[in-house]
């Protein structure tokens, strides 16, 4: 299979402060993987797309300091929501491509919800 | 415009009968690929189904087979024999390389 594996599932936090999350490839090497944000009852919303070993593409309208997005190695990607406000509680889900398929298919982590008090 | 059209934002289906979900899409990209995917009440986005622009042949995986109809640019889910745990948001999804681009979603209720 392909699994993609996020952490946490959920959290809840204080206006001001920062947030990790975590992106994992569980048994695939993923030379590319995406974050995306959705709002209850929408699609999803690509923030950035993430390579590994080079900078994040941000989406028009992402602020790159607040949304920081790391990917240091072929298995991990990590999106930090910096002095983080209410308006920043949604969703967050990732995505990976396998290094070696065709199809680009992208394979969805579980999800973070975060709740900024 | 790279537009995927999803016109039915809920539809209904009786336990053991067929589905069908559409999805239409705008491109004039010549290779692209089409993805279905299942979002649950838990959030996980799950893989169903993929067709490729050049495939001749209609996708399949178990229950779930794709319409490709690729001069209409249609890309229906057909869903058989439903069960209740096929109650769900479905996404359809263009991509192009690495970029995806979604539709606003189907919500699904199997009804026993």
């Known amino acids: 299979g392909a699994v993609v594996s996020q952490h946490p599932s959920r959290v809840i936090c204080k206006s001001g402060t920062s947030v990790k999350i975590e992106c994992r490839s569980l048994?695939?090497?993923?030379?590319?993987m995406f974050w995306y944000r959705q709002f209850p009852k929408q699609s999803l919303m690509l923030m950035a797309t993430?390579?590994?070993?080079?900078?994040?593409?941000?989406e028009q309208g992402v602020e790159k300091d607040k949304f920081l997005i790391n990917h240091a190695s072929l298995t991990l990607s990590t999106l930090t929501v910096t002095s983080a406000h209410p308006e920043d509680s949604s969703f967050y889900i990732c995505s990976a491509i396998r290094a070696e398929t065709f199809t680009d298919t992208q394979y969805f982590g579980p999800g973070t919800r975060l709740t900024v008090l | 415009a790279q537009k995927i059209t999803q016109t039915q934002p809920g539809m209904f289906v009786q336990e053991k009968e067929a589905v069908t979900l559409d999805c239409t899409y705008d491109t004039s990209d010549p290779s692209y690929g089409l993805f279905w995917y299942k979002q649950p009440s838990s959030g996980e986005m799950i893989f169903l189904i993929y067709q490729g622009s050049y495939d001749q042949q209609n996708a399949t995986e178990g229950r779930y087979s794709l319409n490709f109809q690729k001069a209409r640019k249609s890309a229906n889910l057909v869903i058989s024999a439903s069960q209740l745990g096929d109650s769900a948001m479905y996404f359809c999804a263009r991509n192009t390389g690495n970029q995806f681009y979604f539709g606003t979603g189907t919500s699904l209720t199997v009804i026993p």
């Open positions: 048994d695939f090497q993923a030379t590319t």
């Open positions: 993430s390579n590994e070993g080079s900078k994040a593409t941000y």
